[in-house]
């Protein structure tokens, strides 16, 4: 999809905007996903030359795992962002979107490591570990 769409932190301390296409959002139910936002994640995706920062007063990285940080409003705690330094695009938590974003979930990944207390009954894809889907639209 493309359009020009914006989307912050609660708090508004960080703020950007995508010129470009956005992936449709995967759900991501890993378990570091579980810890950094207390459920799954939903995420979109847009090449870096698309992604700009607006507001950043607020923004703090996190080193998750190697050569993979998070991004979140230090201010208000509002996820943001995972990025993998070597990938040509940056994830973006769909929650952080300014709506309407047009978006829509396509599929499921990690389910094998999703929480106990809820079940994907939506009927969409499920993957074992990072879909085709998302590798493909990562460039690997």
Excluded at 130 to 137: I, N, Q, R, V, Y
């Amino acid at each position: 999809m493309t359009n020009c769409a914006t989307g912050s932190c609660l708090c508004g301390a960080v703020k950007y905007q995508v010129t470009g296409p956005l992936r449709p959002v995967v759900a991501c139910h890993c378990g570091q996903c579980q810890k950094a936002s207390g459920h799954h994640v939903a995420a979109t995706s847009a090449q870096r030359q698309d992604f700009e920062l607006l507001e950043e007063q607020g923004l703090k990285w996190f080193s998750s795992s190697q050569g993979i940080r998070r991004g979140f409003c230090q201010q208000c705690g509002g996820n943001l962002f995972w990025d993998k330094a070597d990938l040509p695009s940056i994830s973006i938590f769909a929650g952080s979107l300014d709506q309407s974003s047009g978006l829509e979930l396509v599929e499921h990944i990690y389910v094998e490591e999703k929480a106990d207390y809820y079940q994907i009954t939506d009927g969409l894809p499920q993957r074992q570990g990072f879909s085709m889907t998302a590798k493909a639209d990562h460039g690997q």
